[in-house]
């Protein structure tokens, strides 16, 4: 029906991926996705170019465009959500001067401690609620001013990912309160920049662009972005939100004490707390929800599906080359033979952190380990060693959630790995959770088209149409007993990363000093690009 579409895309680490809802049904009638390359140019650093976002974004709103029933003029409204913990330096052009630093870069640990030392962490977590860390806007931007000072100068403004592509949708500069959340000067308890904090720090608040909630119009399609698009121009753009919040919402997590899970290339553990309720726990962070005066009380883990994507371009090329002639998807064909192996791995174990390790340990230094090889492991040992390394990383942060007075019986998942059997199962034993999975594709677009529709003024709450939106399909329980094995290794597995923390340490410093980048270029078991 003409006036009942709205378009949402998100904008992943990897991969961006839209919908078209038609609100007068309640169904998706067109998706589409597209990757972008993700670059690691030294050990550490982690870039993507902003235009390779905008190119991914114009693509799947093109398909989802031809794909439509009706006309572009059906639609009613565009949202974007994006990845967070991201440095997008624009000129006054809104022309990128650089890449953009991604969440995963660990590079600015010196200006973290410069931090501590201008303003003090617990001032930081008066403001902002988090705690510092590389993860962070500033600690990035505060690295251009020291590293790349002629980059630093001509910042007209930082925006996050969905920040830039709204901008190229309309022309104008907004940051949603989600993004915002991930700015030190954002007062997490107020929605609002304080700047005192921002001139503590030696940045010109200037840089920072207006806030509005996530169903705000805050500009309309211009006629060059709709050449670009196929959506016709004046159509209505809203602020938007965070990746993770958009998901939360596009799986039905809408209300207090909700919580939700999300795996991908890194994962987000996210629990719904009100504003007013927050707890005093820096561990795990606290960013807005797209729904307004919510948060998600959240835990970003960096490798999830990238543990398993490690092992497949280095390690799985029978299996790549097989999965191709049977036209089957590669991960099915990789954790089907982890399913013969013993739960618990005969004792191996994996600590998933493969660049730096975030919720909740915070350590820029950690690495990948494999611990407890002996002569029968296997490929198969490895790969379900990867899994549970995954789910223990997650049974951390659910026990410091619930320290933090957060109480949620249940997980609600969405993202690729969720779609496996076995890795759902794994992850209910490990955390003793029910897993809720809803019949919902893609969470995080769904969740943009209803932010969309509601600013288009075609769903009176976010809340409303959700129940109908995103219904139960499948229950996971887990299983008590595995559970209690699981609480054994996962004691052991805690250790193990105590242990190593100090040689952790001096292993990064060894890197820094001595790693040739360029084997993070190569791929394949035989080591070829």
Same mark, same amino acid.
């Given at each position: 029906?003409?006036?009942?579409?709205?378009?949402? %895309?998100?904008?992943?680490?990897?991969? +961006?991926?839209?919908? %078209?809802?038609?609100?007068?049904?309640?169904?998706?009638?067109?998706?589409?996705?597209?990757?972008?390359?993700?670059?690691?140019?030294?050990?550490?650093?982690?870039?993507?170019?902003?235009?390779?976002?905008?190119?991914? !974004?114009?693509?799947? %709103?093109?398909?989802?465009?031809?794909?439509?029933?009706?006309? *572009?003029?059906?639609?009613?409204?565009?949202?974007?959500? &994006?990845?967070?913990? !991201?440095?997008?330096?624009?000129?006054?052009?809104?022309?990128?001067?650089?890449?953009?630093?991604?969440?995963?870069?660990?590079?600015?640990?010196?200006?973290?401690?410069?931090?501590?030392?201008?303003?003090?962490?617990?001032? @930081?977590?008066?403001?902002?609620?988090?705690?510092?860390?590389?993860? $962070?806007?500033?600690?990035?931007?505060?690295?251009?001013?020291?590293?790349?000072?002629? !980059?630093?100068?001509?910042?007209?403004?930082?925006?996050?990912?969905?920040?830039?592509?709204?901008?190229?949708?309309?022309?104008?500069?907004?940051?949603?309160?989600?993004?915002?959340?991930?700015?030190?000067?954002?007062?997490?308890?107020?929605?609002?920049?304080?700047?005192?904090?921002?001139?503590?720090? &030696?940045?010109?608040?200037?840089?920072?662009?207006?806030?509005?909630?996530?169903?705000?119009? @805050?500009?309309?399609?211009?006629?060059?972005?709709?050449?670009?698009?196929?959506?016709?121009?004046?159509?209505?753009?809203?602020?938007? &939100?965070?990746?993770?919040?958009?998901?939360?919402?596009?799986?039905?997590?809408?209300?207090?004490?909700? *919580?939700?899970?999300?795996?991908?290339? =890194?994962?987000?553990?996210? +629990?719904? !707390?009100?504003?007013?309720?927050?707890?005093?726990?820096?561990? @795990?962070?606290?960013?807005?929800?797209?729904?307004?005066?919510?948060?998600?009380?959240?835990?970003?883990?960096?490798?999830?599906?990238?543990?398993?994507?490690?092992?497949?371009?280095?390690?799985?090329?029978?299996?790549?080359?097989?999965?191709?002639?049977?036209?089957?998807?590669?991960?099915?064909?990789?954790?089907?033979?982890?399913?013969?192996?013993?739960?618990?791995?005969?004792?191996?174990?994996?600590?998933?952190?493969?660049?730096?390790?975030?919720?909740?340990?915070?350590?820029?230094?950690?690495?990948?380990?494999? $611990?407890?090889?002996?002569? $029968?492991?296997?490929?198969?040992?490895?790969?379900?060693?990867?899994?549970?390394?995954?789910?223990?990383?997650?049974?951390?942060?659910?026990? %410091?959630?619930?320290? &933090?007075?957060?109480?949620?019986?249940?997980?609600?998942?969405? =993202?690729?790995?969720?779609?496996?059997?076995?890795?759902?199962?794994?992850?209910?034993?490990?955390?003793?959770?029910?897993?809720?999975?809803? /019949?919902?594709?893609?969470? *995080?677009?769904?969740?943009?088209?209803?932010?969309?529709?509601?600013?288009?003024?075609?769903?009176?709450?976010?809340?409303?149409?959700?129940?109908?939106?995103?219904?139960?399909?499948?229950? +996971?329980?887990?299983?008590?007993?595995?559970?209690?094995?699981? +609480? /054994? $290794?996962?004691?052991?597995?805690?250790?193990?990363?105590?242990?190593?923390?100090?040689?952790?340490?001096?292993?990064? *410093?060894?890197?820094?000093?001595?790693?040739?980048?360029?084997?993070?270029?190569?791929?394949?078991?035989?080591?070829?690009?």
């Amino acid at each position: 029906m003409s006036g009942h579409l709205s378009l949402g %895309i998100d904008i992943g680490t990897t991969n +961006v991926k839209a919908c %078209i809802l038609d609100t007068s049904t309640g169904k998706v009638v067109a998706s589409a996705a597209a990757e972008h390359p993700l670059h690691h140019p030294h050990p550490g650093w982690a870039e993507q170019e902003p235009d390779d976002y905008w190119r991914a !974004v114009t693509y799947c %709103i093109a398909r989802c465009v031809e794909q439509c029933p009706g006309p *572009a003029s059906a639609i009613a409204g565009v949202s974007v959500s &994006g990845l967070v913990g !991201v440095t997008l330096p624009v000129d006054r052009d809104g022309r990128p001067l650089r890449r953009a630093m991604i969440w995963m870069d660990s590079r600015a640990q010196r200006e973290c401690e410069e931090i501590r030392e201008l303003v003090g962490e617990e001032r @930081i977590k008066a403001v902002n609620g988090n705690r510092v860390a590389s993860w $962070f806007i500033e600690p990035k931007a505060m690295w251009l001013r020291r590293h790349e000072p002629e !980059v630093f100068d001509s910042i007209h403004k930082l925006l996050s990912p969905a920040g830039y592509c709204t901008m190229r949708l309309t022309g104008e500069y907004a940051m949603n309160h989600g993004d915002a959340g991930l700015f030190y000067p954002y007062e997490h308890r107020h929605s609002r920049w304080d700047h005192s904090l921002t001139e503590a720090l &030696g940045l010109p608040p200037g840089i920072y662009p207006d806030i509005h909630t996530s169903d705000t119009v @805050i500009g309309t399609v211009t006629s060059h972005a709709a050449r670009e698009t196929g959506l016709r121009e004046g159509t209505a753009v809203v602020a938007g &939100g965070t990746d993770i919040g958009a998901a939360a919402l596009g799986a039905g997590a809408v209300e207090a004490g909700q *919580a939700y899970y999300s795996m991908g290339t =890194g994962s987000n553990l996210g +629990v719904l !707390v009100p504003r007013e309720e927050l707890p005093e726990e820096y561990r @795990i962070l606290k960013w807005p929800h797209v729904l307004d005066g919510m948060t998600l009380f959240d835990a970003p883990m960096a490798f999830t599906g990238a543990s398993l994507k490690w092992f497949r371009d280095k390690f799985a090329d029978p299996e790549s080359a097989l999965a191709a002639r049977m036209g089957r998807n590669v991960f099915d064909l990789v954790t089907a033979q982890a399913e013969q192996i013993t739960a618990g791995a005969d004792g191996l174990l994996y600590l998933p952190y493969l660049g730096n390790s975030l919720s909740p340990r915070w350590d820029e230094n950690a690495c990948g380990v494999f $611990f407890g090889m002996q002569p $029968f492991t296997s490929r198969a040992h490895v790969i379900r060693a990867l899994i549970e390394g995954v789910a223990y990383d997650l049974y951390s942060n659910v026990r %410091i959630a619930e320290d &933090g007075g957060a109480v949620f019986p249940e997980l609600v998942l969405n =993202g690729g790995p969720t779609k496996s059997p076995l890795w759902n199962q794994i992850t209910a034993n490990v955390t003793n959770r029910r897993l809720l999975i809803p /019949d919902v594709d893609e969470a *995080a677009p769904l969740g943009d088209a209803v932010v969309a529709a509601t600013g288009a003024g075609l769903y009176a709450g976010m809340r409303e149409p959700m129940k109908d939106l995103a219904p139960i399909r499948h229950v +996971v329980e887990p299983d008590p007993e595995l559970h209690e094995m699981y +609480v /054994d $290794f996962f004691g052991l597995w805690s250790q193990l990363y105590e242990d190593l923390k100090p040689s952790m340490k001096r292993h990064h *410093a060894l890197v820094q000093r001595y790693s040739d980048p360029a084997p993070s270029a190569m791929s394949g078991a035989g080591g070829s690009s």
